[in-house]
């Protein structure tokens, strides 16, 4: 059977040897070697994972076959502290009252605003924040097991850009960049400075102006190309039906703690792990491009993160099928896309 034809549903029940075989097999026919084949544990689920390393970089093998993907928000049913979190309750969601943004607990004024068709209300909100149920047919794939900041690259620490972002360094400062906060019209090139505690430069990269275009000529060059919605979704979910990756459930924050996530159903998920599939996704404020420019996946660009609204609005970017069609045309009509996420993608025939 040809390696493309994989499937989600068969790997999920290989052993060790099943799995070596068909990553072997992909590795041979993208011209890299494997270098780890080992069982990976998700949110109660687990499965193998393959990384095969190309021209020095790690990709995950992802198998595909006929998959299930999209959210019906009619099959959910929001938790009581979801609910409160949903009507604006700044301390619903948390185990630390204490850490929301009022000082006095701010749920009974939530709960106050429930009406009878509050829950209906949400769905409505999920569903045009979430893709729809839908039944598709993918090939499996290699995908790149962190994504790229578009337009950044490497740069050696006495580069002149590099070295005027060194001479502004003050005490306890641990990066400078210099395209944090830039007009949408700037087109220019920027450093970005790692510096050690006592101020010697580690590391630099540049920061430059690129396009939706630019991005996909450059990955077309060395045979490789954004993901398709689907594939990105696909990568994302793994197989998992519920609202979100790692089950149904929104979790709790807990500050000052590790950075796993524990939801109410007792599911613990490590922020930094890797989903099933083996990628690290949607761990980051910025979104990531797909092989659909009005479509991006991964997060809100950081405006419910940021923004100091209720965890519900937080965690529901997580979710593994959602979108925001505002967002992607505002992506799709950027003069420029520095720093939006970019994973490189290579099919397999």
């Not at 301390?91 to 749920?107: G, I, K, M």
């Not at 900041?149 to 006495?158: C, T």
Request: charged letters at 25%; aromatic letters at 8%; a negative charge.
């Amino acid at each position: 059977m040809p390696i493309a034809d994989g499937a989600l549903d068969e790997w999920l029940l290989f052993d060790r040897t099943a799995a070596a075989s068909a990553a072997g097999a992909a590795a041979r026919e993208a011209g890299g070697v494997v270098t780890s084949i080992h069982r990976h544990e998700y949110a109660g689920r687990s499965a193998y994972n393959a990384i095969i390393e190309i021209d020095g970089r790690p990709f995950g093998f992802v198998p595909g076959g006929h998959v299930r993907l999209g959210f019906d928000p009619k099959s959910w049913t929001p938790s009581g502290d979801e609910v409160l979190s949903y009507l604006g309750s700044q301390q619903a969601l948390t185990s630390y009252p204490e850490f929301a943004d009022f000082e006095s607990d701010d749920r009974a004024e939530a709960r106050a605003c429930l009406t009878d068709s509050t829950v209906e209300g949400i769905r409505a909100h999920l569903a045009a924040a979430t893709s729809r149920p839908r039944a598709v047919s993918l090939k499996a794939f290699l995908a790149a097991t962190h994504a790229d900041e578009a337009g950044v690259r490497e740069a050696p620490l006495d580069h002149p850009i590099v070295t005027v972002l060194v001479q502004e360094w003050e005490p306890g400062c641990q990066e400078l960049v210099g395209d944090l906060i830039l007009p949408e019209t700037d087109t220019g090139t920027h450093g970005r400075v790692h510096f050690a505690p006592d101020g010697k430069p580690t590391a630099a990269w540049l920061a430059a102006h690129t396009t939706y275009d630019a991005i996909t000529d450059e990955l077309a060059r060395t045979g490789r190309r954004l993901p398709t919605p689907d594939e990105w979704e696909h990568a994302y979910a793994f197989g998992a039906r519920g609202l979100f990756p790692r089950g149904d459930r929104m979790p709790i924050w807990r500050p000052g703690r590790d950075d796993t996530l524990v939801t109410p159903d007792g599911v613990r998920v490590p922020q930094t792990s890797p989903m099933l599939s083996g990628l690290h996704m949607a761990q980051h404020y910025h979104w990531e491009l797909t092989g659909d420019r009005r479509e991006v996946r991964g997060t809100d660009g950081g405006r419910a993160e940021c923004g100091g609204g209720p965890w519900f609005a937080n965690w529901l970017i997580k979710a593994s099928s959602y979108l925001d069609p505002g967002q992607g045309d505002f992506v799709a009509r950027r003069p420029h896309t520095r720093g939006t996420l970019v994973r490189p993608v290579i099919p397999l025939d």
